[in-house]
């Protein structure tokens, strides 16, 4: 069984900087692709950042591009998601999410098998 955690979240000025982390436990064979997705109130749920574990193979949502990092330690248990030149259309909910992926579907943004509870992000 596969569970993740966030933590991180928190409130920063416009072009400042956060870290988010998220613990994972379980098969590694399930959660073979790791995201991020963030929820703004009042819009759709959105895929910002995914990596695979077997090859660190990263994708990003065109709106994050440049400006966030999706990276793992070398335990594969602690994924993280380096934000950098925040805006305040980045204020969400973010997400951690995992599931077995193949190909370039990974930060898709949806039908995840595991979430983790969310932390909330507010770019002022």
């Known amino acids: 069984h596969v569970q993740l955690v966030e933590s991180g979240g928190g409130s920063v000025q416009a072009g400042g900087s956060l870290r988010l982390s998220c613990a994972a436990s379980g098969s590694t064979y399930s959660r073979n692709c790791m995201a991020w997705v963030r929820q703004a109130p009042g819009k759709e749920r959105e895929g910002v950042a995914g990596?695979?574990?077997?090859?660190?193979?990263?994708y990003y949502a065109d709106s994050v591009k440049g400006r966030f990092t999706i990276s793992l330690d070398n335990a594969k248990t602690t994924m993280y998601l380096h934000m950098n030149s925040l805006k305040p259309e980045d204020t969400a909910m973010y997400y951690c999410?995992?599931?077995?992926?193949?190909?370039?579907?990974?930060?898709?943004?949806?039908?995840?098998?595991?979430w983790g509870q969310g932390t909330q992000v507010t770019v002022s």
């Open positions: 999410a995992a599931d077995r992926r193949y190909g370039s579907t990974c930060h898709f943004g949806y039908a995840y098998a595991y």
């Open positions: 990596i695979y574990l077997d090859d660190a193979r990263t």
